[in-house]
């Protein structure tokens, strides 16, 4: 009984086999069947009709001598996940979901092979003239950008502090205020002896 048939029962080897009947089922049967493995079947074709299967972005085919053809479409229409690092080599990346979530505490921009001058960041970043964030919406982008020419975070936008919570520099500068004295805004604090 070979592959033809797609079954084989290897035979049972026992102590009183001689060395001729050993190398008999191991090289010539076992192994030479091994070598001699095909696919017959996938998902309802045979050899006989080829043709393709086709399934959520992946297709598999086979070939007139069995042999097997599988293929990985532009658009997988199923869920995957992959239990490893990805790394995606490419221009533009875009992610079309309506929540993107990160298990680590840091997100890190510009993670670039090469250093890159501070001053460069406003030249690669295009038209936001920056790095940070940028909220596109109907009204015009809202931004927080770190910007080379003072080296500082820039928005353009207004940035609400909640109830005591406050600017900090080694010292308060501005704290956000709440309830009776809430129409005056922000209480600034000052270092002992600076002026201007």
Do not use: C
């Amino acid at each position: 009984m070979g592959v033809e048939s797609r079954t084989y029962d290897i035979p049972d080897l026992v102590l009183s086999d001689t060395f001729h009947e050993w190398f008999t089922v191991t090289n010539d049967q076992i192994i030479e069947k091994l070598n001699r493995l095909e696919i017959y079947t996938l998902g309802g074709l045979s050899i006989a009709s080829q043709g393709t299967v086709v399934g959520d972005g992946i297709s598999a085919g086979l070939g007139s001598g069995g042999e097997l053809y599988i293929e990985v479409g532009s658009t997988i229409n199923k869920d995957i996940v992959f239990n490893g690092s990805i790394t995606v080599n490419g221009s533009t990346t875009t992610i079309n979901s309506s929540n993107f979530t990160v298990d680590d505490y840091n997100l890190i921009l510009g993670a670039t092979t090469e250093q890159v001058a501070d001053e460069t960041i406003m030249d690669i970043s295009g038209a936001s003239a920056g790095g940070g964030i940028i909220v596109t919406g109907a009204s015009g982008d809202k931004e927080f950008l770190w910007q080379y020419p003072n080296s500082a975070w820039n928005s353009n936008q207004n940035i609400k502090l909640a109830e005591n919570k406050a600017l900090l520099d080694e010292v308060r500068i501005a704290q956000g205020m709440s309830g009776g004295n809430a129409t005056k805004g922000l209480i600034f604090g000052f270092t002992a002896g600076t002026t201007g």
